[in-house]
């Protein structure tokens, strides 16, 4: 399995360093507002490298860290706008992220530690870098220096004379260099603060990730992501300090990043207003549908948001959704095929060859949902059909779909829940009422069934020698 470095612009064999454990951590949103649909795209990313992770290392237990930032400007000058305070605005919109990246399917972190429990660790983590003499204080507030890091842009790949100010303040006096960058903040009007030896204050963004991933995943860990925007200045800026702190320990082994959605080829993002928020998007679209759609492009390359894709991903879903429809309600036909059971057997073959040679390909899930799709053609033209295929061959296609659905998120389980097979069985007996009523030419109510079922979600496909239903 290889996956993309950026750290040192190749693909790399990922090995775990740890027997028992493969860490990730990896940046979570400022909570100062509604998630979009950028951030969906990175929390699939994300838990899809994570689910494929757990397939192809199934001794090994993932922890899996994602932070909330619920200190910096934004926060502060929102909630000052809405007069109330940073925790309670932090409050309302993780409780925001989890329902929208619940019904995304996108697993629960291990941990999700936020900022602001975590000061007195930055304050540790800042006096041991003074100490080193990789940080110095200035009227209250503390800097890093970059010049004392000798490595500093090696993830960006970024000479130091090519970089310019790095922050906001850069134009402050109190800096030696404009491309030094602040560890802690001193207090400044209207803003929540917090005592140190530097006087009253907030530590500065980069500060918090360093100390959470070391904290809960040590010096270094295998895989650090976040989108793109974060690799110059906040993963550059994290490898700095961390670094310096540990005397040159890695702090990850892998840094992995996914691209821009952008929108008329502008990045979708809350500062320049053209964003769609994923509660939005929920309200026209299935979840399903939405994931599918952000897994259809590789996650290095920039995915341009079209409504039209969405709608075609929602189609494409629903054909996978008939395929296992037809796998779990099957009922076989009037003769058995040996012929199309063995080109069955050949396509699950196939395709569970393809689609692992995608995912160990750096991730490729586009070729993954390809290969899905293919197998999802052949499954739903047997459907048609009147001749019936060995049920070891359906039991291996079902569990085999099953499972490449679950990888990619596309389903919440790789096995079919108690309610599942309940909610089957008592469709069974429904199917068969319908059919019985369909056969004595009692339309009428075959037709009620239909449109009584219809308002629960429930749809019916009838083809020539077997009915399906599906559950909107």
Known sequence: MKIYNTLTGHKEEFIPLNDRVIKMYVCGPTVYDYCHIGHARAGIVFDTIRR???????????????????????????????????????????????????????????????????????????????????AYEMEGSVYFNIEKFETYGKLSHKKPEELGPIEEDETSVKKRSPKDFALWKEKKENEPYWESPWGPGRPGWHIECSTMSM???????????????????????????????????????????????????????????????????????????????????????????????????????????????????????????????????????????????????DLSTPKAVATINKLTRDLNRLATLGEEIRPETLNKAHDTLLELCYILGLVKSPNLSQEELFITNLMDIIVKIRNTARESKQYEISDKIRDDLKEFGITFIDYPNNTLWLKE
């Open 52 to 134: 494929y992770l757990e397939y192809r290392f199934p001794e090994k237990r993932i922890i899996f860290i994602t932070n909330f930032t619920d200190i910096d400007d934004k926060m502060i000058n929102r909630a000052n706008q809405e007069g109330i305070t940073i925790f309670e605005l932090a409050d309302r919109f993780i409780k925001q992220y989890f329902r929208d990246f619940d019904a995304l399917n996108i697993k629960r972190a291990s941990f999700y530690p936020c900022a602001t429990e975590h000061i007195p660790d930055m304050i540790k983590f800042i006096e041991k870098l003074i100490e080193l003499d990789f």
């Open 215 to 361: 904290k809960y995943l040590g010096d270094t860990f295998d895989l650090h992501g976040g989108g793109l925007d974060l690799v110059f200045p906040h993963h550059e800026n994290e490898i700095a300090q961390s670094e310096a702190l540990t005397g040159g320990k890695p702090l990850a082994n892998f840094f992995v990043h996914n691209n821009y959605v952008t929108i008329n080829g502008q990045k979708m993002s809350k500062s320049l207003g053209n964003f769609l928020t994923i509660e939005e998007m929920l309200q026209k679209h299935p979840p399903m549908a939405l994931r599918f759609f952000l897994l259809t492009t590789h996650y290095r390359a920039p995915l341009n948001f079209n409504e039209d894709q969405i709608v075609q991903a929602k189609s494409a879903f629903s054909k996978i959704r008939l395929a296992l429809a037809y796998l779990e309600q099957r009922k076989g036909g009037s003769t058995l095929s040996d012929q199309l059971s063995d080109e069955l057997e050949e396509a699950i073959e196939q395709a569970r060859q393809k689609f692992f040679d995608a995912m160990d390909d």
